[in-house]
């Protein structure tokens, strides 16, 4: 057996780690470090915290928080970051096949230029997001890209790297569905709604100030026909309600409309 001397310097490059719940063996997610996996896991935990990444991972690291959840070190390499990022792949891979419900978005390895990141790097990306009000995004001229495009032969790049990534089975949320769906119970804060709202009202409705000709209405309606109007109970409700401006003690959806303002779900 070799014997490991003082002397044998062998550098760390970084680790990749599993996290899984205390009661059950099963992984949920693998990732890479070039920090500590305890530091890493910290920080998983940290930006679960913020709520700011909306990731399956990191609802399933909420759901179960530090009580539940917890990374072990599958793996030490130091031989150089493509071994890392090689045997992130290996371990996503196997563990897949293994049976594992992975909630990995992507196969592992590298960034999708070829670029993995290091901690400073992570951070530093970090500190930059931080510095931008959150919430805002600046649009139009605005914009730090405003009237920058990309090539054709680069969105035709990243468009074949999407292709079927997270379609069907390969989908992390495939067949779930109500209490295993991640996103089971959400509801949009009504800040949020009030936002999507505004977006759509007034000339930035995309039918603003667009009426249709008489051949168009005349298809139209010929092709409604016979349909009971309002089609339902909820375009009644904005039809009469909303619109109007009506309350109504009876209709649900009044009733819900109101509970979100005042943010209670
Ligand atoms: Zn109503």
Redesign the pocket.
């Known amino acids: 057996m070799a014997r490991v001397l003082a002397s044998s310097y062998v550098p760390f490059i970084g680790g990749v780690y599993a996290f899984r719940t205390y009661d059950s063996d099963e992984f949920r997610y693998v990732g890479m470090t070039t920090d500590s996996v305890t530091a890493r896991e910290r920080q998983h935990f940290r930006l679960a915290a913020s709520g700011k990444r909306k990731t399956p991972f990191y609802d399933w690291l909420r759901k179960n928080g530090r009580e539940n959840a917890f990374a072990i070190p599958l793996a030490v390499v130091t031989t150089g970051l493509d071994d890392l990022a090689a045997s992130e792949i290996e371990w996503i891979a196997r563990m897949r096949l293994e049976g594992h419900r992975l909630l990995n978005l992507s196969d592992g390895g590298k960034g999708p230029n070829g670029h993995v990141w290091t901690e400073e790097q992570r951070i530093a990306a970090g500190d930059r997001a931080r510095g931008r009000p959150t919430g805002v995004h600046l649009t139009g001229p605005d914009s730090p890209r405003w009237g920058h495009t990309h090539s054709d032969e680069q969105k035709a790049k990243w468009s074949a790297m999407r292709k079927g990534t997270n379609t069907g089975e390969a989908n992390p949320n495939f067949g779930k569905f109500g209490e295993a769906h991640p996103s089971f119970g959400h509801r949009m804060s009504p800040e949020s709604r009030a936002r999507l709202s505004e977006m759509r009202r007034g000339e930035n409705n995309p039918n603003f100030g667009k009426t249709m000709s008489p051949e168009d209405r005349a298809k139209k309606s010929a092709a409604l026909r016979g349909r009971p109007m309002p089609s339902s109970v909820r375009s009644a ?1 904005t039809r009469h ?1 909303t619109n109007k401006g009506v309350f ?1 003690e009876t ?1 649900r ?2 009733i819900d409309d109101r509970n979100n303002e005042r943010g209670t779900p």
Do not use: A, G, S
């Open positions: 409700h309600h109504k209709c959806h009044c």
